[in-house]
C-alpha cells in the first residue's frame, strides 16, 4: 500500500533514468587545430612579446605542441604599447 501511495505521489522516482545520448553524437577530437592568433593583444593590436619569449600550446587531446604563444612581461610589454 504504502509502494502504491509513493509510486503515484512520485512516478518520477519509481522509473530508471534512461540517458538519450549515444557515443556517436560525442565528436572526435581535433588533432590539427588551426591558431589564428599567437602574439599579445594589448590595447586592440596584435604585438610580439619585447623580450621575445613564447611558451607552448599543448593540445590536449594529442599531447602535442601546436604552437609557441608570446609570453608576455607585465610591465615591459605594455609600456611599449
Same mark, same amino acid.
Given at each position: ?6 509510486s503515484?505521489?512520485?512516478? $518520477?522516482?519509481?522509473?530508471?533514468a =534512461?540517458?538519450?545520448f #549515444? &557515443? &556517436?553524437?560525442?565528436? &572526435?577530437?581535433?588533432?590539427q587545430? *588551426?591558431v ?13 612579446? =619585447?623580450?621575445g619569449? #613564447?611558451?607552448?600550446?599543448i593540445?590536449?587531446? #594529442?599531447? *602535442? =605542441?601546436?604552437?609557441? =604563444?608570446? *609570453?608576455?612581461? &607585465?610591465? $615591459?610589454?605594455?609600456?611599449t604599447?
Amino acid at each position: 500500500m504504502l509502494r502504491t501511495v509513493i509510486s503515484r505521489a512520485l512516478p $518520477r522516482l519509481s522509473r530508471p533514468a =534512461v540517458c538519450h545520448f #549515444t &557515443a &556517436a553524437a560525442i565528436p &572526435a577530437p581535433n588533432t590539427q587545430p *588551426e591558431v589564428h592568433y599567437n602574439k599579445l593583444f594589448i590595447n586592440n593590436q596584435w604585438h610580439d612579446a =619585447v623580450s621575445g619569449k #613564447t611558451f607552448p600550446t599543448i593540445n590536449p587531446a #594529442t599531447g *602535442e =605542441v601546436i604552437c609557441q =604563444v608570446a *609570453e608576455a612581461d &607585465a610591465v $615591459r610589454d605594455i609600456q611599449t604599447v
